[in-house]
T-cell receptor, first 114, second 111 residues
Framework: NAGVTQTPKFRILKIGQSMTLQCTQD?????MYWYRQDPGMGLKLIYY???????DKGEVPNGYNVSRSTTEDFPLRLELAAPSQTSVYFC?????????????FGEGSWLTVV | TQLLEQSPQFLSIQEGENLTVYCNSS?????LQWYRQEPGEGPVLLVT?????EVKKLKRLTFQFGDARKDSSLHITAAQPGDTGLYLC???????????FGGGTRLMVKP
């Protein structure tokens, strides 16, 4: 019962470094998402994908890139990390009818940029 | 941009008390969801409401979708310490099953 799996769980980056957050789901969901959650706040959508080969920007895409070469994987790339990117990142996938998604979240990746 | 505002932001109550959390928007949503998130974990879906005026119950939790599908409320009866967590509402109003999340209500229920 893996569901949505994110790695790494924790990471400390120096300003200007780059890294990739990995996300994989084994539920054959078409929809996948990356959200960030700042302390005590709700979630903001970074990027989303409606299927392999299709990605689109969410509310806060600047400083990030994604790809969706397979249905299972949806990695999030941080280029030139900045302190403002310190956050908890959640990957999610969804099934269900349009307008009634059932979204499953990963456990989160804690990223600190120093 | 569709915005969802939750109130209150923080709520600390004693075990056994009742409470209501609100989720408001000026936009119409095709569905609205409520999640609970515990520290160190991702949000977990509690309920989805779709029809204006719809009421759903989940044990001691009662969820209502506004008639105009712009707002929702979550009422907890006889709160327990296990109800402690961050409650998030999220609305779906566009393509790609994208959800817009509210800022959350952090609930603490003291024994």
């Amino acid at each position: 019962n893996a569901g949505v799996t994110q790695t790494p769980k924790f990471r400390i980056l120096k300003i200007g470094q780059s890294m990739t957050l990995q996300c994989t789901q084994d539920m054959n969901h078409n929809y996948m998402y990356w959200y960030r959650q700042d302390p005590g706040m709700g979630l903001k959508l970074i990027y989303y994908s409606v299927g392999a080969g299709i990605t689109d920007k969410g509310e806060v895409p600047n400083g990030y890139n994604v790809s969706r070469s397979t249905t299972e994987d949806f990695p999030l790339r941080l280029e030139l990390a900045a302190p403002s990117q310190t956050s908890v990142y959640f990957c999610a996938s969804a099934q269900g009818r349009q307008g009634r998604p059932t979204i499953y979240f990963g456990e989160g990746s804690w990223l600190t940029v120093v | 941009t569709q915005l969802l505002e939750q109130s209150p932001q923080f709520l600390s109550i004693q075990e056994g008390e009742n409470l209501t959390v609100y989720c408001n928007s000026s936009s119409v949503f095709s569905s609205l969801q409520w999640y609970r998130q515990e520290p160190g974990e991702g949000p977990v879906l509690l309920v989805t409401v779709v029809t204006g005026g719809e009421v759903k119950k989940l044990k001691r939790l009662t969820f209502q979708f506004g008639d105009a599908r712009k707002d929702s409320s979550l009422h907890i009866t006889a709160a327990q310490p296990g109800d402690t967590g961050l409650y998030l509402c999220a609305g779906d109003g566009g393509a790609g099953n994208m959800l817009t999340f509210g800022g959350g209500t952090r609930l603490m229920v003291k024994p």
